[in-house]
C-alpha cells in the first residue's frame, strides 16, 4: 500500500474511533419491518414476500440485545483498546453449506500464492474483518493477497469445489456492510493487484489491475494532464475495483456520468474460476450482450473484478468553486434549475448541505471554517465549474452568481480566489462523514429522491426524532441524491426503529431509490424489494444462481436472505 | 491615512511546480496563478487598520504581466479602495520592483507600505526592505503583529525573530512586512465582487515612472530538489534506536 494511502486511512481511522462504544450492526430489524407489511402501498406480492422474509428471518433475528465484548485493534503499530458489540453473526445465520477452512487449505493456499501473500496473523485480519465505520465486524480466520488474474482464478475454483465462502475486498470504504465477512469468509483481497497496466494519451483510455488506489490513480492521471471521472472522499484508500464494483457515484457525475458509461471493458473471474476477458478498449462495441455492465454494481456477488479500462476525460485548467447560501430549499432547487442553463457545459459539481450539516463540520473537523461567517443561513450549495479558459468562465460563473443573488436565489456567498481557498470550500462538504464519525453513532441511509420531494424526508425525520437526534440532510443535489443522517449520541434500538422501516416505506412512495450510490451490501439486502419489483429481483437470482451456483461469493449481500441462503 | 499595498501574481500555492526542460525557470504555461498568500496576509491587515477607523483608504499595486489585473481584482473584491498596476513583460528582480514602488510611494504618498515577507515563487525576502532603503523609510519586517498610533503617528510591530517575538516601534511613514500568523484573510464575497468591478485601476508603465528595468541577475539554473529516498518500516524498537544512533547519527 502506497505510503500516502496509509496515512489517509490512518486519519480515518483514527478520526472514527469515537470514545463511545459503537452498536451493533443496523441489520433489518426484523419486527419493524413485519409491521410494515401491513401500513404501506406495497402491492399485495410484496407486501406478502416481505412477511415471508421477516417470518422466516425471525426465528434467527431475535430481536438483539447487544453483546459487548473487548477487542484490541492494532494497525501501523497504533495500538487502541475499545469497547465494542457483538458482531452481525447473532442475527444472520452462518449457511451450513459452506465449508470450515481447514489446514489443508491454507497450505494449498500458500502453494499459490507463497506464505508472505496468506495471512492469519490477527491482528491484521482485525483490520479487514471491520468496516469503515466499526459497525459491522466478521470474523475470518483467512486473508488473501492474490498479485495476478491467474491467482485470483486458482483462488476461486478450489474455493468453489470446496465450496469455501469469500469476501472481494478493495479498500473497505463501503458503506453498507458489503465489504467485510459476516462469519468466517475468506477475505480475498485485491491491494497487490495495483498496477496501472496502459495509458493513451490520444484516447485518455486507461486499464489498470482493480487494486489500484483511485488517489493514486488520480495523480498519474494528473501528470499526463488528465482526470478521472469520478471522485469521492474516500480516494486515499479505496481502490477502483471497489468503485466500480459498487457503481460509485461521487462529486463529479453530474459533469462526467456515471460509471456505466465511463468503464469501457472489465476482466473478472466468475466463482468457478473462469476469467471473462472483457478488457476492451472501445467506446463503440454493440456484440451481444454487454456483460461488463453485471460487474459495475454488483458489489462483488457475480465475480472478482481484476481489471478495468476507463474513459478519462483530459484535465482542464480552469477550475472555480463558489460556496453559497441559500434561504430554504426551495432556492437551493431553483439555482440548480438555473446552473445547469446558464453554467451549462463547465458546470462540474453542485452540491448541498443544510446548517445542521455545516454546524457539525464547523464543530467537529479541525481547520474547518464557515465562509460566509455573517449569519447562519438553511442551505449552503457548493458549485465548481471545470472548462478550458479561465477568463471566460470565471466571468460566466460570476455573471450567473450576481444575476442569482439579484434574484434572492442566493443570499450570501463567496468565490474561491485560488485553490487554497477552493479545498477549504471542498472540506465543508467532504469532511461531512467523517465530522459524523466523531459526533458518536451514525445511521446513514443513501436516497435518490425526486428533487421536489427531497428535503420533505429530512423534515419530516426530524419531526419524528425530536431532540433525541441531530438529523442532517446533504448530498449530490446535482444527481437527485441525499444523504440523509441521523446523528445519535449512542446506538440506540428505539431510535432505529423510528427511523426504519418509514424512510425506506417513503422514499419508495416517491418512487426513488433506498439506495442511490453506496449500494446494497448487507445492510440493505432484505430491503430491495422497497426499489425493485418482486419479477426483477428474481431475474436478479437467477444470475445469480447462474454465475455462482454454489452462492460462494460474498454471501448475505446485495439479495434478501429468503432467495440466496 | 492611507495604506498601499503590494500584491503579487504568483503560480498557485497548492499548483504542483514543475521545472521547464531546458532548465530555464518553471512551467507557467497553463498553470493557476493566483495572489501570493503573504501578500494576501498584508492586504488583510491594511483592510483591518481601515474597518478600525485608522485609515480611510487602501491602495493595491501589483506589477507585471497583463493578468496582473486579475490579482488586483482579488484585492478589490477583498475590499481595496482601488488598484494600480504596472504593466510589464519583462523579468522583475527586486530591486527594479523596490524602485518602481519609490516612485509609486512619491506619487500616492502613503503613511504606510505594507508587502509580504516574500513571495511564494522566487522566495527572494528583499523587495520590502530595499524599498524601506531607498525611501530611507523604518522598516518593521515579518510582522506578526501590527498596532497603530495614528495620533503619535507610531506603528508597534511584533516580529518573528528566531529566539521569540521582538517589539519595534516605527515612526510614520514605514514599510511593514507580513509572516504567516499576523491574520487570517478573508474570503471575497459576492456582493464584494460585484463592487470591485466598478472600482478603478490606474495603469502605468515603469518607463513612465521613470524606472529602467536592469536584469542584474542571471537565473544560471533551475533544477528540482533532490527526490526524497522512500522510508523503511522497521520491526522493533531495537531497531529503530540501532538505525537513529548508527545510520542517521541524531541520537
Ligand atoms: C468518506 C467516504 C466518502 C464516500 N463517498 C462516496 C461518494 O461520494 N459516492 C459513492 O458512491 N460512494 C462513496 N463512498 C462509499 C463508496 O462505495 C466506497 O468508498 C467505494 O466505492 C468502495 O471502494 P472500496 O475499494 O473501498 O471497496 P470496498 O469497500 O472494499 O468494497 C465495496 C464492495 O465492493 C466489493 N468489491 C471490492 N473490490 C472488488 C473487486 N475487485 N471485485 C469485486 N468486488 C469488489 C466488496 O465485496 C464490497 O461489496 C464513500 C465512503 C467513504 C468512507
Redesign the interface.
Known sequence: MARHNSRVTLRFLLSSFPDRSRNPPLLPSATATFSSCFTTGFDEKRRLLQCNIVREDQQVFSFFKPLRNFIEIKQWGVGIQRKRYGSLAGLVQRNPRFSKLNDDDVRYFEGILGNKNVVQDEDKLVTSNTDWMHKYKGSSKLLLQPRTTDQVAQILKYCNSRCLAVVPQGGNTGLVGGSVPVFDEVIISLSSMNKIISFDKVSGILVCEAGCILENIMSFLDNEGFIMPLDLGAKGSCQIGGNVSTNAGGLRLVRYGSLHGNVLGVEAVLANGTVLDMLKTLRKDNTGYDLKHLFIGSEGSLGIVTKVSILTPPKLSSVNVAFLACKDYNSCQKLLQEAKRKLGEILSAFEFLDVQSMNLVLNHLEGARNPIPTSLHNFYVLIETTGSDESSDKQKLEAFLLGSMENELISDGVLAQDINQASSFWLLREGIPEALMKAGAVYKYDLSVPLEHMYNLVEEMRSRLGNTANVIGYGHLGDGNLHLNVSTPHYDDKILSQIEPFVYEWTSKHRGSISAEHGIGLMKANEIYYSKSLETVQVMASIKNLMDPNHILNPYKVLPHSLTS | MKIMVAVKRVV?????IRVKPDKTGVVTQ???M??N?FCEIALEEALRIRESGLASEVVAVSIGPSQCV?TLR?GL?MGANRGIHVESTASLFPLSVAKIFRKLVEIEKPDLLILGKQAIDDDCNQTGQMVAGLLNWPQGTFASKVVLDKAKRVATVDREVDDGIETVCLNLPAVITTDLRLN?PR?????N??KAKSKPIQKFTPEELNVEIISDLEIVEVTEPPKRK??VIVSSVDELIHKLKNEANVI
Not at chain 2, 12 to 16: G, N, P, S
Not at chain 2, 187 to 191: G, I
Open positions: 498557485d500555492y497548492a499548483v504542483k497553463n498553470v493557476k493566483s495572489m498568500p486579475d482579488t473584491a487570517q474570503y471575497a464575497t459576492l456582493p465582487i460585484m522512500a522510508g
